[in-house]
Nanobody, 126 residues
Framework: QVQVVESGGGLVQAGGSLRLSCTASGLTLNDYAMGWFRQAPGKEREGVSCIKWSGDFAYYANSVKGRFTISRDNAKNTLYLQMNSLKPEDTAMYYC???????????????????WGQGTQVTVSS
């Protein structure tokens, strides 16, 4: 049984940092592309970042480029999202996802992912 579990969310002031983690079990992480998505109340789920199974390609939404960094440790079956210079508009539930599809040159959409976590809340106060 595949399980994807996010952690590391919380409340932080604007300008602060958080590091999200995502641990996957029941699958071999280096067979999967991984992504981070977020969803704010009343808004659609949006892609934040994704990383190829090898870790050598990653893409970011324009809204987070230069502030967020995605990384993975396949030996630990863990995905990370380092979030710096956080803004109130980054407030959302953040989700981790695993999938076998990879779209060169662009963020993959939710339809490209097979397994999802339950999410971790990130709240940025102004």
């Amino acid at each position: 049984q595949v399980q994807v579990v996010e952690s590391g969310g919380g409340l932080v002031q604007a300008g602060g940092s958080l590091r999200l983690s995502c641990t996957a079990s029941g699958l071999t992480l280096n067979d999967y592309a991984m992504g981070w998505f977020r969803q704010a109340p009343g808004k659609e789920r949006e892609g934040v970042s994704c990383i190829k199974w090898s870790g050598d390609f990653a893409y970011y939404a324009n809204s987070v480029k230069g502030r967020f960094t995605i990384s993975r440790d396949n030996a630990k079956n863990t995905l990370y999202l380092q979030m710096n210079s956080l803004k109130p508009e980054d407030t959302a539930m953040y989700y981790c996802a695993a999938g076998r599809s990879w779209r060169p040159g662009m963020l993959a959409g939710p339809e490209d992912y097979d397994y999802w976590g339950q999410g971790t809340q990130v709240t940025v106060s102004s």
